[in-house]
């Protein structure tokens, strides 16, 4: 059974940093790419960033490039969001997503998400 | 960026109806397009991937169509447990996408 459990959400300042988890099971990770989506209180999805199986590729947003860094360790089975100058903006819940084979594949996994509130 | 627009925002509808949702991208995206339900509390669910594939485990009651810009999700005959919220999503081009969403409620 696939599963994937993020971790390290929670209230943040504007300016300050977060390190997002995700811990996968169940699945060979390091034959698939990864994402990381979130969803705003109320609003819609919007797709944050992918990174391929081996971790060589990466794609961002517009809306994060330059402040976020998608990584991975094949040998602990995790993925990573390290999300720096957090912005009001960016409070969402934050979800860990598996893709079905490479960067293009479809999304076939959700995580539950992790919650993360930029607020003074 | 390709732009994905949901139509209706709401769809009222009764238990054993059917519901038509549409999604119109902005410019062709072939067949790569993904149809997701989302409850409340709950983390979004693939029904249909490449514009009319059922993922695993997808009632048939569920079923999608379309290419390039026009596509639509059918629920033959709604259920109590698909009044929910329906996303559109592309992955032709970067940035992925998603659409606005379709909210299908009970009337």
């Known amino acids: 059974e696939v599963q994937l459990v993020e971790s390290g959400g929670g209230l943040v300042q504007p300016g300050g940093s977060l390190r997002l988890s995700c811990a996968a099971s169940?699945?060979?990770?390091?034959?698939?790419?990864m994402n990381w989506v979130r969803q705003a209180p109320g609003k819609g999805l919007d797709w944050v960033s992918t990174?391929?199986?081996?971790?060589?590729?990466?794609y961002y947003s517009d809306s994060v490039m330059g402040r976020f860094t998608i990584s991975r360790d094949n040998s602990k089975n995790t993925l990573y969001l390290q999300m720096n100058t957090l912005r009001v903006e960016d409070t969402a819940v934050y979800y860990c997503?598996?893709?079905?084979?490479?960067?293009?594949?479809?999304?076939?996994?959700w995580g539950q998400g992790t919650l993360v509130a930029v607020s003074s | 960026e390709i732009v994905l627009t949901q139509s209706p925002a709401t769809l009222s509808l009764s238990p054993g109806e059917r519901a038509t949702l549409s999604c119109r991208a902005s410019?062709?995206?072939?067949?790569?397009l993904a149809w997701y339900q989302q409850k409340p509390g709950q983390a979004p669910r693939l029904l249909i991937f490449?514009?009319?594939n059922r993922a695993t485990g997808i009632p048939a009651r569920f079923s999608g169509s379309g290419s390039g810009t026009d596509f639509t999700l059918t629920i033959s005959s709604l259920e109590p447990e698909d009044f929910a919220l329906y996303y559109c999503?592309?992955?032709?081009?970067?940035?992925?996408?998603f659409g606005g969403g379709t909210k299908v409620e009970i009337k």
């Open positions: 997503v598996k893709s079905f084979g490479g960067i293009y594949a479809r999304f076939d996994y």
């Open positions: 169940g699945f060979n990770f390091n034959t698939n790419a």
């Open positions: 410019q062709s995206i072939d067949s790569y």
């Open positions: 999503q592309q992955r032709s081009h970067w940035p992925l996408t």
């Open positions: 490449d514009a009319s």
């Open positions: 990174i391929s199986g081996n971790g060589a590729n990466t």
